[in-house]
């Protein structure tokens, strides 16, 4: 195997690794979720149906753009959508206990 190749195949094993990476970490938020809908609406009052239709909204965007991000990484490549990404996890689940009101968890 060539140099170039090596390269290669270790730049696909780092993008694999971030992506599943990426990958426990919001699968591990949404599928949890539902265990802090209570504590949330002790904490902050807002209302059960308004934090399930935040958590509603939430699993429908990601369901929406996954085919739009998916035509972003066929034309540019997958690093600028893992990056972009990532950023947006960092800001989403470092930003929640934060939020106290309905519209707040639903952006």
């Known amino acids: 195997m060539n140099t ?3 390269a290669r195949t270790g730049a696909q094993w780092g ?3 971030t992506a599943s990476a990426m990958l426990m970490l919001t699968m591990g938020a949404r599928q949890t979720t539902g265990l802090f809908v ?3 609406h002790r904490q902050t009052g807002i209302g059960i149906a308004s934090i399930s239709f935040a958590l509603a909204v939430g699993q ?3 369901g ?3 085919p739009v991000f998916g035509a972003i990484a066929d034309a540019r490549g997958p690093l ?3 990056l972009f990404g990532g950023v947006l996890l960092s800001l989403g689940l470092g930003l ?3 939020l106290a009101s309905e519209w707040g968890l639903i952006v």
Do not use: D, F, T
């Open 4 to 6: 170039s190749a090596s």
């Open 15 to 17: 993008l694999l690794l």
């Open 80 to 82: 600028p959508v893992l």
């Open 38 to 40: 209570e504590p949330i």
């Open 64 to 66: 929406a753009v996954q």
């Open 60 to 62: 429908l965007v990601w």
């Open 96 to 98: 929640s206990p934060w």
